[in-house]
DNA sequence: AATCGCGCCTGACGGC
DNA sequence: TGCCGTCAGGCGCGAT
């Protein structure tokens, strides 16, 4: 399931290939996604060239001018460069064929993903707009997270998760996160100090940052965009591991359902 | 204003 | 073996 790590592991695996590539056209077999893709995209991006791959949250943006594609890859997505000629398999929904022969071929099995097309500065775009601080970036501290939190009664975990407060920490990162800074995910945002969400913020930034190192995580579904699986389902402390030993004190990790998400925690060193 | 709960969708899995 | 019910999970949205 990709969240930000598996995202920008897919933006660094396709930039080097479409950057400066013209787009020849684009095919949709099933424009039935979380959101229609609108029926005039083949029509916007026949012809134009792409000048450039970001990521804003768990988002990928294609600049093509004179706008931008906008991509979601939803829970099961995940972009890879294949030949043009190859036949599409049953969750592929649409390919952006490429002059030299490639094709950017988005499969998405569960379709929660989505595709969208802005002539408007992307940030401006109702989806973007409301979004807070990338995890990676100066703009994301301890001091931010504190200041979002006063008066926030809801678990810690969930206030992580929504992405008003900060992008791209999903469920999986969310636990791994708490864990290494020794938080309970249960704790009420509200109730944590300036010092312990500094600790978080820095958690956070490492687990994001590893993750991307290696590839990202993949549970089921998740593969880069040359095909292979990320490595840091490995690296994982607690996520899926209900019943092991603390990678920290050795005792036993708990599941828990908050926020109705699984949410893994150690009984004894995250308070 | 903050928070909760729903629904989208498929594949995996467990029970029988 | 095969059928069927249940559930996860990102995230926007409507309800509270």
């Known amino acids: 399931m990709p969240e930000l790590p598996e995202v920008e592991t897919t933006r660094r695996g396709i930039a080097p290939h479409v950057t400066g590539q013209r787009i020849v056209r684009l095919v949709v077999r099933e424009p039935r996604l979380r959101w229609p893709v609108p029926a005039s995209l083949p029509d916007r991006l026949a012809d134009r060239r792409i000048e450039e791959v970001s990521r804003r949250a768990k988002y990928l943006l294609l600049t093509v001018p004179p706008g931008t594609l906008i991509l979601h890859l939803g829970m099961s997505g995940s972009l890879r460069l294949v030949p043009a000629v190859r036949t599409p398999a049953r969750h592929d929904h649409?390919?952006?064929?490429?002059?030299?022969?490639?094709?950017?071929?988005?499969?998405?099995?569960?379709?929660?993903?989505?595709?969208?097309?802005?002539?408007?500065?992307?940030?401006d775009h109702p989806l973007l707009r409301g979004?807070?601080?990338?995890?990676?970036?100066?703009?994301?501290?301890?001091?931010?997270?504190?200041?979002?939190?006063?008066?926030?009664?809801?678990?810690?975990?969930?206030?992580?998760?929504?992405?008003?407060?900060?992008?791209?920490?999903?469920?999986?990162?969310?636990?791994?996160?708490?864990?290494?800074?020794?938080?309970?995910?249960?704790r009420a945002a509200g109730?944590?100090?300036?010092?312990?969400?500094?600790?978080?913020?820095?958690?956070?930034?490492t687990v994001l940052a590893a993750a991307i190192e290696a590839g990202g995580t993949t549970l089921r579904d998740f593969l880069a965009s040359d095909g292979r699986p990320g490595y840091f389902r490995h690296h994982l402390?607690?996520?899926?591991?209900?019943?092991?030993?603390?990678?920290?004190?050795?005792?036993?990790?708990?599941?828990?359902?908050?926020?109705?998400?699984?949410?893994?925690?150690?009984?004894?060193?995250?308070?």
């Open 131 to 186: 979004l807070g601080p990338e995890p990676l970036a100066d703009a994301f501290d301890g001091d931010w997270l504190y200041t979002r939190s006063r008066h926030r009664r809801s678990a810690v975990k969930p206030f992580l998760m929504n992405a008003q407060n900060v992008v791209g920490v999903g469920n999986i990162y969310a636990s791994e996160a708490l864990h290494l800074a020794g938080i309970d995910p249960a």
């Open 94 to 123: 649409l390919d952006l064929v490429l002059a030299d022969g490639l094709c950017l071929r988005l499969t998405d099995p569960r379709r929660f993903g989505s595709v969208h097309w802005t002539e408007a500065p992307p940030a």
């Open 237 to 271: 402390r607690v996520y899926g591991r209900a019943g092991e030993p603390c990678p920290r004190c050795a005792a036993p990790i708990r599941l828990r359902v908050l926020g109705q998400r699984a949410t893994y925690d150690c009984v004894r060193c995250q308070h």
């Open 191 to 205: 109730r944590i100090g300036r010092e312990r969400y500094r600790e978080l913020a820095a958690a956070i930034r």
